[in-house]
């Protein structure tokens, strides 16, 4: 049950390949979350009951939709979005492949993160530049994002981490990564010392990534 050192220097290439793998699922993912998902977050703010462009056929929808694919469990959303990710990318398997299906899981996760750190700004900030003759523009790009961007990086921190989880149980329809190389060496082969190096990897990546979250956060927080 112990490690062995031999394994795993014989394994070097396969960990450093899924490594950098999964690196890639996590970068391709995270930037279609960011690039969909923080103004699909504004949306829902923005056009909820009271705010400055109420609207409410479209905070429901779009609210609606949001909550349809966040209440699909990861597993079955790879597998139902099979047909998408061929159109797409051409193939079902690899990491390219399964970076569709965790920017469809990451979008309305990070958009509901971005909602609920722009709630957290007091009204009296946004009635202030609505006073003032501020444009929606305006009051968006001068007055939410900078009130609500120590949150929003400590929102991005909380989808990468969850992207790391959502990226290994793609391991299990051939996405690739770390994951893949868990079940392939750590469950179909019994192999426990690259389950345990898998393990590790997961661990110390997930902590690195907490700790420049909350470097960054709070060096950017002027509260």
Do not use: C, H
Not at 29 to 34: E, F, P, Q
């Amino acid at each position: 049950m112990g490690i062995e050192w031999g394994r795993i220097i014989e394994l070097w290439p396969e960990i450093q390949t899924a490594f950098f793998q999964t690196l890639t699922m996590i970068g391709i993912s995270l930037s279609v979350a960011l690039i969909v998902g923080l103004p699909l977050g504004i949306l829902l703010f923005i056009t909820d009951r009271g705010l400055f462009l109420e609207n409410r056929p479209v905070n429901s929808v779009v609210g609606f939709i949001v909550n349809i694919v966040r209440s699909i469990p990861f597993i079955i959303l790879l597998v139902a979005l099979i047909p998408l990710t061929k159109f797409i990318t051409g193939t079902t398997i690899g990491p390219i492949a399964a970076s569709v299906s965790l920017s469809v899981a990451a979008i309305p996760f990070f958009a509901r993160i971005v909602e609920t750190s722009l709630r957290e700004i007091d009204k009296g900030v946004i009635e202030a530049a609505i006073a003032v003759g501020a444009t929606p523009w305006m009051i968006i790009k001068d007055v939410l994002l900078p009130e609500a961007k120590a949150s929003i990086i400590q929102g991005v921190t909380l989808t990468i981490i969850s992207l790391v989880a959502y990226s290994a149980m793609a391991g299990v329809v051939g996405g690739g990564g770390i994951g893949d190389l868990a079940i392939r060496f750590g469950y179909y082969r019994y192999d426990n010392t690259i389950m345990i190096v898998t393990v590790v990897i997961l661990i110390v990546l997930v902590q690195l990534i907490q700790l420049a979250g909350d470097y960054t956060a709070k060096a950017i927080d002027k509260r």
